[in-house]
Protein backbone atom coordinates (compact mmCIF):
# COMPACT_ATOMS: atom_id res chain seq x y z
CA UNK A 1 0.00 0.00 0.00
CA UNK A 2 3.33 2.15 0.90
CA UNK A 3 4.67 1.58 -2.33
CA UNK A 4 1.72 2.26 -4.38
CA UNK A 5 1.32 5.96 -2.94
CA UNK A 6 4.54 6.42 -3.80
CA UNK A 7 4.16 5.34 -6.65
CA UNK A 8 1.49 7.83 -7.56
CA UNK A 9 3.04 10.52 -6.03
CA UNK A 10 6.21 10.34 -8.02
CA UNK A 11 4.09 9.98 -11.39
CA UNK A 12 2.29 13.24 -10.08
CA UNK A 13 5.53 14.75 -9.67
CA UNK A 14 6.57 13.71 -12.92
CA UNK A 15 3.64 14.77 -14.52
CA UNK A 16 3.61 18.05 -12.84
CA UNK A 17 7.22 18.48 -14.16
CA UNK A 18 6.63 17.36 -17.73
CA UNK A 19 3.76 20.47 -17.81
CA UNK A 20 6.08 22.51 -16.52
CA UNK A 21 9.10 21.91 -19.14
CA UNK A 22 6.41 22.05 -21.65
CA UNK A 23 4.93 25.83 -20.61
CA UNK A 24 8.48 26.68 -20.58
CA UNK A 25 9.28 25.12 -24.38
CA UNK A 26 6.25 27.10 -25.01
CA UNK A 27 7.64 30.34 -23.66
CA UNK A 28 10.70 29.56 -25.21
CA UNK A 29 9.12 29.23 -28.62
CA UNK A 30 6.86 32.30 -28.25
CA UNK A 31 9.88 34.47 -27.82
CA UNK A 32 11.66 32.87 -30.42
CA UNK A 33 9.10 33.97 -33.07
CA UNK A 34 9.16 36.90 -31.80
CA UNK A 35 12.72 37.53 -32.33
CA UNK A 36 12.54 36.11 -35.50
CA UNK A 37 9.46 38.70 -36.72
CA UNK A 38 12.49 41.19 -35.32
CA UNK A 39 14.64 40.09 -37.73
CA UNK A 40 12.40 40.83 -40.50
CA UNK A 41 11.40 44.34 -39.20
CA UNK A 42 7.83 43.21 -38.42
CA UNK A 43 7.93 44.98 -35.01
CA UNK A 44 4.50 44.57 -34.57
CA UNK A 45 4.22 40.74 -35.03
CA UNK A 46 7.14 40.59 -32.72
CA UNK A 47 5.01 42.16 -29.99
CA UNK A 48 2.33 39.90 -30.62
CA UNK A 49 4.43 36.89 -29.56
CA UNK A 50 6.18 38.99 -27.15
CA UNK A 51 2.58 39.77 -25.30
CA UNK A 52 1.40 36.53 -25.75
CA UNK A 53 4.56 35.13 -24.03
CA UNK A 54 3.93 37.99 -21.07
CA UNK A 55 0.84 36.87 -20.29
CA UNK A 56 1.68 33.22 -20.19
CA UNK A 57 4.26 33.68 -17.66
CA UNK A 58 7.41 35.16 -19.02
CA UNK A 59 8.57 38.25 -17.00
CA UNK A 60 12.68 38.64 -16.31
CA UNK A 61 14.12 41.66 -16.41
CA UNK A 62 16.08 41.52 -19.53
CA UNK A 63 12.48 40.18 -21.76
CA UNK A 64 10.50 42.89 -19.83
CA UNK A 65 12.98 45.50 -20.93
CA UNK A 66 12.77 44.79 -24.56
CA UNK A 67 8.95 44.33 -25.11
CA UNK A 68 9.34 47.52 -23.95
CA UNK A 69 11.93 48.90 -25.97
CA UNK A 70 9.39 47.83 -28.72
CA UNK A 71 6.21 49.71 -27.29
CA UNK A 72 8.58 52.81 -27.27
CA UNK A 73 9.57 51.89 -30.67
CA UNK A 74 6.11 51.96 -31.91
CA UNK A 75 5.16 55.00 -29.33
CA UNK A 76 2.54 52.50 -26.96
CA UNK A 77 4.42 54.68 -24.21
CA UNK A 78 1.95 53.81 -21.77
CA UNK A 79 2.65 49.90 -22.00
CA UNK A 80 6.08 50.91 -21.97
CA UNK A 81 6.14 52.34 -18.49
CA UNK A 82 4.38 49.41 -17.24
CA UNK A 83 6.75 47.12 -18.31
CA UNK A 84 9.48 48.94 -17.18
CA UNK A 85 8.49 49.35 -13.88
CA UNK A 86 7.74 45.54 -13.88
CA UNK A 87 11.53 45.34 -15.38
CA UNK A 88 12.64 47.50 -11.94
CA UNK A 89 10.38 45.50 -9.78
CA UNK A 90 12.42 42.21 -11.11
CA UNK A 91 16.14 44.06 -11.12
CA UNK A 92 15.92 47.22 -8.60
CA UNK A 93 19.52 48.16 -9.69
CA UNK A 94 19.02 48.98 -13.40
CA UNK A 95 18.77 52.60 -12.32
CA UNK A 96 18.89 53.52 -16.46
CA UNK A 97 15.32 52.72 -16.37
CA UNK A 98 14.25 55.77 -14.55
CA UNK A 99 15.48 57.66 -17.08
CA UNK A 100 13.62 55.84 -20.00
CA UNK A 101 10.68 56.33 -17.76
CA UNK A 102 11.10 59.61 -17.46
CA UNK A 103 11.36 59.79 -21.85
CA UNK A 104 8.35 58.14 -22.02
CA UNK A 105 6.54 60.40 -19.53
CA UNK A 106 7.58 63.02 -21.68
CA UNK A 107 6.46 61.32 -24.91
CA UNK A 108 3.12 61.45 -23.28
CA UNK A 109 3.54 64.60 -22.70
CA UNK A 110 3.18 64.24 -18.79
CA UNK A 111 6.54 66.41 -17.68
CA UNK A 112 6.07 66.68 -14.08
CA UNK A 113 6.08 63.10 -14.17
CA UNK A 114 8.93 62.53 -15.87
CA UNK A 115 10.92 65.25 -13.96
CA UNK A 116 9.88 63.21 -10.87
CA UNK A 117 10.98 60.06 -12.56
CA UNK A 118 14.51 61.08 -14.14
CA UNK A 119 14.49 63.18 -10.57
CA UNK A 120 14.58 60.28 -8.37
CA UNK A 121 17.59 59.02 -11.20
CA UNK A 122 19.44 61.55 -9.85
CA UNK A 123 18.79 61.13 -5.89
CA UNK A 124 20.01 57.10 -6.97
CA UNK A 125 22.78 58.13 -9.23
CA UNK A 126 24.05 61.63 -8.08
CA UNK A 127 27.37 61.13 -9.92
CA UNK A 128 26.25 60.09 -13.49
CA UNK A 129 26.80 62.80 -15.84
CA UNK A 130 24.02 61.24 -18.45
CA UNK A 131 21.17 61.53 -15.72
CA UNK A 132 22.15 64.88 -14.80
CA UNK A 133 22.02 65.70 -18.57
CA UNK A 134 18.41 64.33 -18.88
CA UNK A 135 16.96 66.30 -15.99
CA UNK A 136 18.44 69.47 -17.52
CA UNK A 137 16.37 69.02 -20.59
CA UNK A 138 13.46 68.44 -18.84
CA UNK A 139 14.21 71.38 -16.51
CA UNK A 140 14.78 73.28 -19.34
CA UNK A 141 11.61 72.66 -21.20
CA UNK A 142 9.61 73.18 -18.07
CA UNK A 143 11.22 76.91 -17.94
CA UNK A 144 13.58 76.35 -14.58
CA UNK A 145 16.42 77.66 -16.63
CA UNK A 146 18.81 78.15 -13.55
CA UNK A 147 18.30 74.62 -12.05
CA UNK A 148 18.97 73.34 -15.16
CA UNK A 149 22.38 74.78 -16.55
CA UNK A 150 23.63 73.96 -12.76
CA UNK A 151 22.80 70.55 -13.79
CA UNK A 152 24.65 71.09 -17.08
CA UNK A 153 27.87 72.50 -15.63
CA UNK A 154 27.78 69.17 -13.25
CA UNK A 155 27.00 66.87 -16.55
CA UNK A 156 30.32 67.56 -18.08
CA UNK A 157 32.37 68.15 -15.21
CA UNK A 158 31.60 64.67 -14.07
CA UNK A 159 32.19 63.44 -17.82
CA UNK A 160 33.87 65.94 -20.42
CA UNK A 161 32.81 63.60 -23.23
CA UNK A 162 29.07 64.07 -22.22
CA UNK A 163 28.11 65.11 -25.78
CA UNK A 164 24.14 65.93 -24.90
CA UNK A 165 25.80 68.40 -22.02
CA UNK A 166 27.54 70.17 -24.48
CA UNK A 167 24.91 70.48 -26.80
CA UNK A 168 22.43 72.07 -24.27
CA UNK A 169 24.58 73.90 -22.56
CA UNK A 170 24.86 75.67 -26.28
CA UNK A 171 21.58 76.06 -26.76
CA UNK A 172 21.94 77.54 -22.66
CA UNK A 173 24.12 79.90 -23.72
CA UNK A 174 22.88 81.11 -27.29
CA UNK A 175 19.29 81.91 -25.43
CA UNK A 176 21.35 84.22 -23.39
CA UNK A 177 23.20 85.78 -25.95
CA UNK A 178 26.54 84.78 -24.50
CA UNK A 179 27.44 83.74 -28.10
CA UNK A 180 31.15 82.94 -27.56
CA UNK A 181 30.72 80.33 -24.36
CA UNK A 182 27.28 78.87 -27.00
CA UNK A 183 30.24 78.47 -29.86
CA UNK A 184 32.66 76.78 -27.36
CA UNK A 185 30.28 74.18 -26.61
CA UNK A 186 29.11 73.71 -29.91
CA UNK A 187 33.09 73.16 -31.06
CA UNK A 188 33.23 70.74 -28.43
CA UNK A 189 30.10 69.05 -29.11
CA UNK A 190 31.22 68.76 -33.14
CA UNK A 191 34.56 67.16 -31.79
CA UNK A 192 33.00 64.45 -29.90
CA UNK A 193 30.11 63.87 -32.67
CA UNK A 194 31.92 65.27 -36.13
CA UNK A 195 29.09 63.70 -37.76
CA UNK A 196 26.42 65.72 -36.26
CA UNK A 197 24.74 68.39 -38.81
CA UNK A 198 23.17 71.12 -35.56
CA UNK A 199 26.39 71.77 -34.31
CA UNK A 200 28.10 73.23 -37.61
CA UNK A 201 24.84 74.71 -38.65
CA UNK A 202 24.46 76.50 -34.42
CA UNK A 203 28.00 77.62 -34.92
CA UNK A 204 27.64 79.07 -38.72
CA UNK A 205 24.06 80.55 -37.44
CA UNK A 206 25.68 82.29 -34.42
CA UNK A 207 28.67 83.65 -36.47
CA UNK A 208 26.54 85.27 -38.95
CA UNK A 209 24.87 86.78 -35.88
CA UNK A 210 28.30 88.20 -35.21
CA UNK A 211 28.48 89.31 -38.74
CA UNK A 212 31.78 86.72 -39.33
CA UNK A 213 30.56 85.89 -42.37
CA UNK A 214 33.38 84.20 -43.94
CA UNK A 215 33.42 81.66 -40.88
CA UNK A 216 29.86 81.13 -40.87
CA UNK A 217 29.81 80.41 -44.56
CA UNK A 218 32.76 77.87 -44.00
CA UNK A 219 30.87 76.14 -41.01
CA UNK A 220 27.14 76.41 -43.42
CA UNK A 221 29.44 74.27 -46.13
CA UNK A 222 30.40 71.79 -43.29
CA UNK A 223 27.07 71.23 -41.74
CA UNK A 224 25.25 70.95 -45.55
CA UNK A 225 28.00 68.22 -46.19
CA UNK A 226 26.56 66.24 -43.03
CA UNK A 227 22.95 66.45 -44.58
CA UNK A 228 24.08 65.24 -47.95
Known amino acids: ?33 G ?35 MYLETEQFKKAIEMLRASLVEEPSQLN ?14 LDSAIASVGLA ?11 SALAFLLIKSGSTDKAKAHLDTSVMLDSSNAEGHRL ?33 NIAFLQAARKEYVSALEYYEKAKNRVL
Not at 122 to 132: D, F, G, R
Not at 170 to 194: C, M, R, V, W
Open 122 to 132: HKLMPQSSAVH
Open 1 to 33: MILKLFLIALLSVTIIHSQSLKDVNDLVELVRQ
Open 97 to 110: LYSQIGEAHLALGN
Open 169 to 201: LGFYFAQTDSIDNAIKHYEILATLLPDDFESFN
Open 35 to 69: DSQIERGNILLAIDYYEKAYFSGAGSAKFLNRLSM
